[in-house]
Nanobody, 122 residues
Framework: QVQLAESGGGLVQAGGSLRLSCAASGRTNYAMGWFRQAPGKEREFVAYIRWSGATTYYADSLKGRFTISRDKAKNTVDLQMNSLIPEDAAVYYC?????????????????WGQGTQVTVSS
């Protein structure tokens, strides 16, 4: 089993950047994803990275602004978010999965972190 803990959220002005980090402990050969959930909305897929780091995938609307990466030595998965807009405000969650392919739906993930709040001021 793996345990996940996100960090790096906070308040940023529109146009600014934030870097979220997800620290994994325990079993670590999971593929990882980032999701976000705004108040009153469904949890939505943000980005995915395979255990090797060789494969990444992004929600279409976020390509070019968000970058997912992992450091296997540190057992962390980061989400670099640039050019933030108010619509990016949400609780961001990292999640781990053993499923093959590129899972982009929340139920395909087995373990979740507690989430970190991102607020974007206009």
């Amino acid at each position: 089993q793996v345990q996940l803990a996100e960090s790096g959220g906070g308040l940023v002005q529109a146009g600014g950047s934030l870097r979220l980090s997800c620290a994994a402990s325990g079993r670590t050969n999971y593929a990882m994803g980032w999701f976000r959930q705004a108040p009153g909305k469904e949890r939505e897929f943000v980005a995915y990275i395979r255990w090797s780091g060789a494969t990444t995938y992004y929600a279409d609307s976020l390509k070019g602004r968000f970058t997912i990466s992992r450091d296997k030595a540190k057992n962390t998965v980061d989400l670099q978010m640039n050019s933030l807009i108010p619509e990016d405000a949400a609780v961001y969650y990292c999640a781990a999965t053993l499923r093959v392919g590129v899972p982009i739906v929340a139920y395909e993930y087995d373990v979740w972190g507690q989430g970190t709040q991102v607020t974007v001021s206009s």
